[in-house]
């Protein structure tokens, strides 16, 4: 069974690795203020530095701000009609 990765409190559940950028989503059972976690991982062999985390309870929310950093960092927004 392989270790859990962690930022703090939160059990990273996706990561997306794309262009410079890692974005990650994270969750903390725990939590009764943050339970969904969205932010950057950038990382070398020594250690892993979290940024621009956005944390809240509303899912669906979070969800959302991940698809935007993906479609960011891909150079692309699906969002918009010719």
Avoid: W
């Amino acid at each position: 069974m392989a270790d859990k990765r962690m930022a703090g409190t939160y059990e990273i559940t996706q990561a997306l690795h794309i262009s410079e950028h890692e974005i990650v989503f994270g969750i903390d059972e725990n939590s009764t203020d943050s339970k969904y976690m969205c932010g950057y991982c950038i990382q070398n062999d020594l250690f892993a530095s979290y940024e621009d985390c956005v944390g809240g309870n509303d899912y669906v929310e979070i969800v959302k701000l991940f698809a935007e950093r993906v479609q960011e960092q891909a150079g692309f927004n699906l969002c918009t009609t010719p």
